[in-house]
């Protein structure tokens, strides 16, 4: 297959005749959509909350805010802190312990933290197939430590559902040259590809957009009457910082004001479209713009970062512009949301941010570095905290819906919570399936989320339990409005009543004792049954002698 695009400058999806988005020669758009829906959920990697511009950004990304302009966002839906986790707990409807990706993906010798997505789970992949779907995987897969080409395959996409794939099987990649490059289950990379030629150099974000478009285009020659579940993971926007030249250049100067000014402004952006309580207190701000050695380095990491979400953007433009090819739109469900919030972690030429000599600028792939602290703070807006943390900077994610047949809410927000275990459910109800008790002879664990259908049409959520979270000792539990919630695993539980203080910056424990301890005993009694206690970060809960590696099967 050669790819048949040129690459564009592709700002929005409402102009279908251009040539860059012509169909190849044989394909012809589908006569009708399936009575059943399709259903693509569409991940982002390492971004903040206000980081979309229907979330409040600078940042220009005309086509989410398209398919949020036309469908629904959600302003307080949740992932769960760190990229392994969140990729087990979206894929099977569980908290990601009970998918045993309770961390990463090192086998820690306990039931929660195997590090390798659990058999006594189903994917929504595996879930959806025997209703009659098709299932594409396209993206960054990150559940299993068997990632080179002569390892066990067994927790691959196609081992686990999927009938086509490409993408990368581990972490994290450079986005030119990148490493663990795999179509379905055959190891490749970009210079050898043979079937994918881009007319312009090789970007992994683009060559996500390109075989998710891909896929889409050949189910709709040949299964047309068939429908598709499509998981579409970007590593975008997570580090190293790359990007084309041309699109870094688009954001030139755009951050040289430093951090306050974006985020204030991100911050009344967020206010007038409705998404926080204009009563809420802005948390602290890190980084004094003032102190910076290296300024000119400094905005050019920002300016990479954007420009990494806006060729994203463009990406998924390009996707809605194929399905409205091939006369699919109107039935597609179309879910967007982020793995954790934007990242604090300062890797590779960061360190040098504070040296004698300014640090080669970002965006080559020659230079592996992340944007640090100052600007996940600004991603992250109005929150505190990052990726890691389960305060609202390290969980909270937007989350967009469109789905022209079905969504009757057009443009507006929805205030429920919701979670990623809501995905399956919501899946398995919109296509009829059923989430099964047992698979390939494993006992399943029942689905812990609750279907969102409800919301599209402006109805309650049925959600009877609390929603939880662990993760490296970061634990939290919300009920309701309130939110229990401790930094690390000896960190002391705060009270957060979030209809009044969303941003966590009035702490309620001490003067409501009695709330802590209820709650705390919830989350103790969650913590036991989905697997996340005993843990391996010590006492309280964790255990003196970690049990045998358990064998993989």
Known sequence: MQNHYTRRDFLGWVGLGTAALALPRGLHAATAAPDKPNIIIILADDMGFSDLGCYGSEIPTPNLDKLAADGLRFTQFYNTARCCPTRASLLTGLY????????????????????????????????LKPAGYRTYCVGKWHVTPDTSA?????????????????????????????????????????????????????YLTDAFSDHAARFIREHAQQQAGQPFFMYLAYTAAHWPLHAPASEIARFKGRY?????????????????????????????????????KHKDWEARCMEVYAAQVSRMDQGVGQIVATLKQQGLLDNTLIFFLQDNGACAEEVGVRKQAHAAHAPVMPGAGDVHCSYGLAWANVSNTPFRYYKHFVHEGGISTPLI??????????????????????????????????YPAEFTAHTIHPREGCSLLPA?????????????????????IRQGSWKLVAKGPEGNWELYDLAADRTE?????????????????????????????????????????????????
């Open 96 to 127: 990601p312990h009970q998918a045993a990706i309770g961390h990463m993906t090192q086998d820690k010798g306990l039931d929660g933290y195997h590090g390798d997505l659990s058999r006594n789970a189903v994917t929504i992949a595996e879930a």
């Open 150 to 202: 002569d390892s066990d395959k067994h927790n691959w996409p196609l081992q686990r559902g999927f009938t086509r794939y490409y993408g990368i099987i581990p972490g994290a990649a450079n986005y030119f040259e990148p490493k663990g490059l795999t179509r379905d289950n055959t190891p490749i990379t970009a210079a050898t590809d043979p079937e994918y030629k881009p007319q312009q150099p090789f």
């Open 256 to 292: 040289a004001g430093g951090y306050e000014p974006i985020r204030r402004a991100r911050f009344e952006r967020e206010k007038t479209l409705g998404l926080i309580n204009p009563s809420w207190d802005l948390s602290l701000q890190e980084g004094d713009w003032d102190k910076v």
């Open 401 to 434: 819906a469109h789905w022209p047949a079905r969504i009757s809410r057009r443009g507006e927000l929805e205030a429920q919570p919701g979670h990623l275990i809501d995905l399956m459910a919501t899946c398995v109800d919109v296509a009829g399936a059923q």
């Open 456 to 476: 599209f049409s402006g109805q309650p959520i049925q959600r009877t339990n609390a929603l939880f979270w662990e993760h490296e000792g970061n634990r939290a």
């Open 505 to 553: 910056m009035h702490d309620l424990a001490v003067k409501m004792p009695e709330k802590v301890k209820e709650m705390t005993a919830l989350w103790e009694t969650f913590a036991r049954r989905t697997h996340a206690i005993p843990w391996p970060w010590g006492l309280p809960y964790g255990v003196a002698e970690k049990p045998k590696k358990r064998k993989k099967h």
